[in-house]
């Protein structure tokens, strides 16, 4: 069982920037990958990036490339995302998740192949 925990959403204008925080408990968290998904209303849930176990490889969606950053700190059981130059279409909830079934190389970007999730935290840009 992993259980996660996600916050620092809020209310932020356009531009501006929030780091979004996740700490997971349970089965060991230096050995899966873990990802950052978003769902907005009316729409269906998309990925938004993903890490590898060490942290040595990162991937994102293309909407969110060059102004989002997700690292992890396996110390600390927690995984960041850090988003920059919001804009009023990142409006979302937004999850944390992790795949501990995830056997392949590379970074899982479905929301399947991912068992645990977050609660989720909103996060609100205003124009």
């Known amino acids: 069982q992993v259980q996660l925990v996600e916050s620092g959403g809020g209310l932020v204008q356009a531009g501006g920037s929030l780091r979004l925080s996740c700490a997971a408990s349970?089965?060991?968290?230096?050995?899966?990958?873990m990802g950052w998904f978003r769902q907005a209303p009316g729409k269906e849930r998309e990925f938004v990036a993903g890490?590898?176990?060490?942290?040595?490889?990162?991937y994102y969606a293309d909407s969110v490339k060059g102004r989002f950053t997700i690292s992890r700190d396996n110390a600390k059981n927690t995984v960041y995302l850090q988003m920059n130059s919001l804009k009023p279409e990142d409006t979302a909830v937004y999850y944390c998740?992790?795949?501990?079934?995830?056997?392949?190389?590379?970074?899982?970007?479905?929301?399947?192949?991912?068992?645990?999730w977050g609660q989720g935290t909103q996060v609100t840009v205003s124009s």
């Open positions: 890490i590898n176990w060490s942290g040595g490889n990162t």
């Open positions: 998740a992790a795949a501990t079934r995830y056997l392949r190389a590379g970074i899982p970007t479905q929301g399947h192949e991912y068992d645990y």
């Open positions: 349970g089965r060991t968290f230096s050995i899966y990958p």
